[in-house]
C-alpha cells in the first residue's frame, strides 16, 4: 500500500504565498515523475507542474514564474511554492506519482487533495 499525504493548504491573500508538501510513503521501490493537479469548482482537474526523478520540470502556462516544484528524493516528498497567488489559483491541489513498488510493478498514486483559497 502506497499513500501520498499533502500539507499546506489554507486561506491567503491576493498576492501571497503559499507551500505545498506531498509525502510518499508505504512499499515503494521508485518513484518516477511527481506533480501537482487542482481542480476548480465546475472544471476539469488541470497539471499545474510535474518533476522527473532527475530533476526535470513542467509547469502550466498560468502559473509559469509564479510557482516552483521541487522534490526531496531522499524522503519522497515534492514540494510545490506558491507565489503572487490569485484568486484564480483557488482550486483543491492533488499530489500525483508516478512510482514502482517492485520492479516492474507500476502504480499511479493520487492524494487526497489540500484547499487552496485566494482571496481577500
Known amino acids: 500500500q502506497v499513500q501520498l499525504v499533502e500539507s499546506g493548504g489554507g486561506l491567503v491573500q491576493p498576492g501571497g504565498s503559499l507551500r505545498l508538501s506531498c509525502a510518499a510513503s508505504?512499499?515503494?521501490?521508485?518513484?518516477?515523475?511527481m506533480g501537482w493537479y487542482r481542480q476548480a469548482p465546475g472544471k476539469e482537474r488541470e497539471l499545474v507542474a510535474a518533476?522527473?526523478?532527475?530533476?526535470?520540470?513542467n509547469y502550466a502556462d498560468s502559473v509559469k514564474g509564479r510557482f516552483t516544484i521541487s522534490r526531496d528524493n531522499a524522503k519522497n516528498t515534492v514540494y510545490l511554492q506558491m507565489n503572487s497567488l490569485k484568486p484564480e489559483d483557488t482550486a483543491v491541489y492533488y499530489c500525483?506519482?508516478?512510482?514502482?513498488?517492485?520492479?516492474?510493478?507500476?502504480?499511479?498514486?493520487w492524494g487526497q487533495g489540500t484547499l487552496v483559497t485566494v482571496s481577500s
Open positions: 500525483n506519482a508516478d512510482l514502482f513498488t517492485a520492479p516492474y510493478r507500476y502504480l499511479e498514486v
Open positions: 508505504g512499499s515503494i521501490f521508485s518513484i518516477n515523475a
Open positions: 518533476i522527473t526523478s532527475g530533476g526535470s520540470t
